[in-house]
């Protein structure tokens, strides 16, 4: 099962979730996956201790997390 979650300040929010055995969650959720980075968020894999910058919703993921993007200066 795959989750997509928001960070948020206080904690993160479940935006979608995804299985093999429930073939329209992981459409539903590439399309909510394309809004936010439409929107100007970021995101990234989580595997483990690392995190690794994704432009498309990986159907295999155990967890996506979407960010506002940073700026520097």
Do not use: C, N, Q
Request: hydrophobic share 45%.
């Amino acid at each position: 099962m795959g989750k997509l979650v928001r960070r948020l300040l206080d904690g993160e929010e479940i935006l979608a979730e995804w299985s093999a055995s429930d073939p329209g969650s992981y459409e539903a959720a590439a399309a909510l996956f394309r809004h936010e980075l439409e929107t100007g968020h970021t995101a990234a894999v989580v595997d483990g201790p690392t995190f690794k910058s994704v432009t498309a919703l990986p159907e295999d993921a155990e967890l996506v997390i979407v960010t506002t993007a940073m700026g520097g200066g």
